[in-house]
């Protein structure tokens, strides 16, 4: 159900518009629910909206001709879903598919468009998400080729924890597998792997992060060099 009362501002991307923009906006802003599994888009169709998540978590998936799927990206209330739109091509190879529900919030897509080619605030600030985005997407096709499992696991709980609020991810291993492009097999042994070494708790598709600071340390280069690109490229606090 969606909370009207929700702040649309808890996504930082909307927390950094300066107030001209954001009176612009917002009566053209709207709360919309996230539930699991939703497709926000096809690969090849174009989007009707963006969207902003605030609660929920957006995984940008490739789909081969056979079914399997690897997600090349994650976006939660740091960011936008469909820089397709304001990039120019229209549409993407990609698959966006909620793999954390949530709430969000969209967009028409007209409006962003037309707020784009003012080339004011707006445009850099996308610009500066779309390379940071760049980066995640570089950096997951880097791990997923030298990097074993058990560290690409570590990367993909942290990168879906710092988008979330709280420690807790609600996440069958088959989803994990089907994100991570392996088999539900290998996701098995990585996550017991975790649980021994006291990292994690699992259960029935429930994640509990216990130890945030040894996940970080278990984990590859690739974790800490999307989050330091993050941190540099878009702002922390609210822009005014």
């Known amino acids: 159900m969606i909370d009207e009362s929700h702040d649309p501002r808890t996504n930082l991307l909307l927390a950094a518009l300066p107030d001209a923009e954001w009176l612009r906006w917002q009566s053209q802003i709207e709360a919309v629910d996230m539930p699991l599994g939703q497709v926000l888009c096809e690969s090849g169709r174009t989007l009707s ?42 549409s993407t190879t990609s698959r966006t598919v909620v793999q954390s529900a949530g709430q969000g919030f969209r967009l028409k897509a007209k409006v962003m468009k037309d707020e784009f080619d003012r080339a004011g605030p707006v445009l850099h600030l996308l610009l500066r998400y779309t390379q940071a985005l760049i980066t995640q997407m570089s950096q997951t096709a880097v791990c997923n080729r030298h990097h074993s499992l058990d560290q690409q696991l570590c990367r993909w709980l942290l990168l879906s924890l710092d988008r979330l609020q709280g420690d807790e991810l609600n ?7 089907n994100m991570l492009g392996v088999r539900r097999e290998g996701v098995t042994e990585s996550a017991l792997n975790l649980q021994r070494a006291g990292l994690i708790r699992y ?26 690109e993050y941190r540099r490229l878009l702002p922390s606090t609210p822009a005014r």
């Open 171 to 177: 996440m069958t291993q088959e989803l994990i597998a």
């Open 49 to 90: 909206h963006v969207y902003f998540p605030t609660t929920a978590i957006v995984s940008l998936l490739y789909v081969m001709e056979n079914g399997a799927s690897a997600e090349i990206a994650v976006v939660g209330n740091e960011g936008i879903v469909g820089i397709s739109l304001f990039m120019g091509g229209e």
């Open 203 to 228: 259960a029935r598709g429930h994640i509990k992060i216990l130890d945030r600071e040894g996940l970080e340390q278990r984990s590859c280069e690739c974790y800490e060099v999307v989050r330091e």
